[in-house]
């Protein structure tokens, strides 16, 4: 067994809210900046939020904005985006964003960048989906001239402006793309500080991590590179079984799929159908449900196949719980911190 060194964070805090939840977006908003201070008194160590728009469920569309609030309301977690969707930004104005939030949260900021796959939001914002690479490559070659100090050359030729103010941290905010096909993960490892993985099996990180440091060291780069992961978590101190787990899993997995058919639809909060047995099997394989030495002991054997360091992201903000049992898994989480930590 390698030599383990895990972090543990907690998210992916969205905002939706499911049609159980008549209360509005307000106290959803409440919620998340609590749940970050109690993230950090947990100790856990960082806190995650997740990008979509134009979602009928109210899916978090203002990432940069909820983490300032976050920022403010903490003192030592580390916040992070997973993802924000950096095609859709003007890449300054981006950069400028981030490198604020970075200065509030005293260096606390990691960004994980995606490219976006929904034709309504490409098309709402006026992007092509073939642009999207280049978008992405673009705005973190930006952003390294920018938080360096250095006059950004913009390949258009409009300007060469110096951002201020920069980041609070030396190098700005760690860049980490996540990804899920071969090229994209190749992507992360030649110009990323990192990778983020998801839907995976051990075997699975283990190859994709493959490919990216392969990049990485094919292209030069000496400088840290970091692995993370964001998979399905429920944890509760009294244990919990995949049938307790599996409705809680379907809703954001559903969600995804509702997105194609929720184009412009303004009409009441929709649910789930049932789910079968494939799905569920599908879902299960990658979901880490139980105690919290269970859930530690799973989270191990990611860590074995990403080689031993690993910032495992518990994706256990479920929009169908209640906010006590919310509470209750978050504070299991905090056992899972510690025993990783043995």
């Known amino acids: 067994m390698a030599t383990q060194r895990i972090q543990l964070g907690y998210g992916l805090i969205t905002c939706q809210r499911h049609p159980d939840n008549d209360n509005g977006w307000a106290p959803l908003y409440a919620e998340a900046l609590d749940l970050a201070s109690a993230a950090e008194a947990a100790g856990l160590d960082s806190v995650w939020v997740s990008e979509h728009h134009f979602v009928d469920d109210g899916h978090a569309p203002s990432l940069l904005v909820l983490l300032a609030a976050m920022a403010a309301r903490t003192s030592t977690i580390r916040l992070g985006t997973a993802l924000l969707l950096a095609p859709f930004y003007d890449p300054l104005r981006l950069i400028e964003d981030a490198a604020t939030v970075d200065q509030i949260s ?65 190098a700005g905010p760690p860049l980490w793309i996540g990804a899920l096909v071969e090229p994209a993960v190749r992507r992360a490892g030649k110009i990323a500080d990192g990778f983020m993985a998801t839907d995976a099996s051990p075997a699975d990180l283990a190859e994709q991590i493959g490919w ?54 303004a009409g009441p909060l929709r649910r789930p159908p049932e789910h079968d047995e494939s799905a569920s099997a599908r879902m299960r394989e990658t979901s880490i449900v139980g105690s919290p030495r269970e859930v530690a002991d799973r989270i191990r054997e990611y860590a074995d196949a990403a080689g031993g360091d690993l910032h495992m992201i518990a994706r256990s903000y479920f929009p169908s719980m209640t906010p006590e049992l919310r509470s209750q898994s978050l504070e299991a989480l905090g056992d899972v911190a510690r025993l990783l930590r043995e």
């Open 106 to 170: 005293g260096g606390r900021l990691t960004l994980g960048l995606g490219l976006g796959w929904r034709d309504e939001e490409f098309e709402a914002f006026g992007v092509k989906q073939s642009e999207r690479v280049r978008r992405l490559v673009e705005m973190i070659a930006y952003a390294r001239q920018a938080w360096s100090g250095s006059p950004v050359e913009l390949l258009d030729g409009r300007a060469r402006p110096v951002v201020t103010p920069g980041p609070n941290q030396e």
């Open 212 to 265: 990216a440091r392969e990049e990485h060291a094919r292209a030069g780069r000496t400088t840290p590179f970091s692995v993370a992961l964001h998979l399905p978590t429920l944890c509760h101190r009294d244990g919990v079984s995949w049938d307790d787990a599996v409705d809680h899993v379907r809703y954001p997995d559903w969600k995804y799929e509702d997105m194609y058919d929720a184009r412009s639809y």
